[in-house]
């Protein structure tokens, strides 16, 4: 039966969510304290893959959201996706490259190991390509906050509801159940569940009807250089660095796939991601450093999604690597809400696995 929904966040997580839930005709209100695009997505290094990630069910979820990003790609106008694959070699050894390639081969993933001279046809750019490394092709990639405002933007023309600029100061309940939302303005938004999304910020939300999120903030740094015409194909996970190409032109960096630790002087950190960036790649001479951001990323204790009912009434959805998985999130909590499905996919995921 449709329901009435808050959901708090309007991150990629939080936009998949109220899209699905709008689709499958709840009445749904998308709640939060910034604006659209929420916190951590718009400084997303924002990669779409299963090359990441252990154990197998989590490798297997990761798969099963690059479908339903395609799903997605298809139906939510101004939605694009870029997929023009990945290269990647930053294991420490090539045994370990090629037992990783076997592995993701043998979990139907679409990889495979390329040689040096393979690897420089697809990446010219590259001043010293890999001697080996793993090639997927049906990796991509999206400009996380363009993608999230186009997300939310078709489930308002769907019937959800924006409240933003005006946070969630306190759950609302009626004895053990949550039963809506009080906001800073002191609206009150009653509903049959409340859905919480917000990055970091779940955890103090949570934690108001004793439900306890073992989640981290995590600071991440990004660089960005002034556009040049283009000279990256794809996406470059190299060792300590990831480089990409934005649409407007723009090399996107970090060294690690949750963002370069920015230090105690994020502004030296930045010229270093930068130098690398220039020993990486040929002709690097013409690139200007553009600046640099501090993403704040949820990340989960045990590094996997933390994704269920935690209360009654109440569910959460907060996960590193949002960006992949925002999909096949949004469509298993809607399910879960609207049918009373919990995907076997999404199964181990729940906050259950923490009570031991």
Same mark, same amino acid.
């Given at each position: ?19 699905? &839930? ?10 939060? =304290? ?11 290094? +924002? ?8 154990? #197998?069910?989590?490798?297997? &979820? /990761?798969?099963?959201?690059? %479908?339903?990003?395609?799903?997605? #790609?298809? *139906?939510?106008?101004?939605?694009? *996706? ?7 070699? #930053?294991?420490?050894?090539?045994? %370990? ?12 993933? #679409?990889? =495979?190991?390329?040689?040096? !001279? %393979? ?10 390509? $890999? ?6 092709? +049906? ?12 997300? &939310?933007?078709?489930?308002? =023309? ?42 970091? +910020?779940?955890?103090?939300? +949570? ?32 060792? !300590? ?5 934005? /649409? ?25 991601? @930068? ?56 469509? @298993?909590?809607?399910?879960?809400? &609207?049918?009373?499905? =919990?995907?076997?996919?999404?199964? $181990?995921?729940?906050?259950? /696995? @923490?009570?031991?």
């Amino acid at each position: 039966m449709p329901e009435n929904v808050v959901v708090v966040g309007a991150g990629i997580i939080g936009a998949s969510v109220a899209w699905h &839930l709008a689709r499958g005709g709840a009445t749904v209100t998308v709640v939060d =304290r910034g604006e659209a695009g929420g916190v951590a997505t718009p400084r997303s290094w +924002a990669w779409i893959n299963a090359s990441w990630g252990h154990p #197998d069910h989590y490798v297997r &979820l /990761r798969m099963r959201a690059m %479908e339903e990003w395609h799903r997605m #790609d298809g *139906v939510v106008p101004g939605l694009e *996706v870029n997929w023009c694959g990945g290269l990647v070699w #930053d294991l420490a050894s090539e045994e %370990e490259l090629r037992a990783f390639v076997a592995e993701r081969q043998g979990q139907g993933y #679409d990889i =495979r190991l390329v040689e040096r !001279g %393979e690897a420089a046809e697809i990446e010219p750019v590259l001043a010293d390509p $890999p001697v080996l490394a793993a090639y997927s092709a +049906a990796e991509g990639a999206i400009e996380p906050l363009e993608a999230t405002q186009a997300i &939310l933007a078709d489930a308002e =023309r769907q019937g959800a509801q924006l409240v933003l600029g005006n946070g969630v100061e306190r759950l609302l309940t009626d004895g053990e159940r949550v039963v809506g939302v009080r906001l800073a303005d002191g609206t009150e938004i009653r509903a049959d569940r409340v859905v919480l999304a917000a990055g970091s +910020a779940t955890v103090g939300l +949570a934690a108001q009807v004793g439900v306890k999120v073992p989640v981290d903030d995590s600071a991440g740094l990004l660089i960005v250089t002034e556009p040049v015409e283009p000279i990256i194909n794809g996406l470059i996970v190299g060792p !300590g660095l990831e480089l990409r190409q934005l /649409r407007d032109g723009r090399l996107l960096a970090s060294g690690h796939y949750a963002g370069s630790d920015p230090g105690a002087d994020p502004q030296a950190t930045a010229e270093g991601l @930068f130098a690398t960036v220039q020993a990486g790649i040929r002709g690097s001479e013409r690139l200007r450093l553009g600046g640099h951001v501090i993403g704040h990323r949820p990340m989960p204790r045990d590094g996997l999604p933390v994704v269920g009912q935690a209360a009654p009434g109440l569910h959460v959805a907060v996960t590193h690597s949002g960006v992949t998985l925002a999909p096949a999130i949004g469509r @298993f909590v809607a399910e879960e809400i &609207l049918r009373g499905q =919990r995907n076997p996919l999404i199964a $181990p995921f729940g906050l259950d /696995r @923490f009570a031991a």
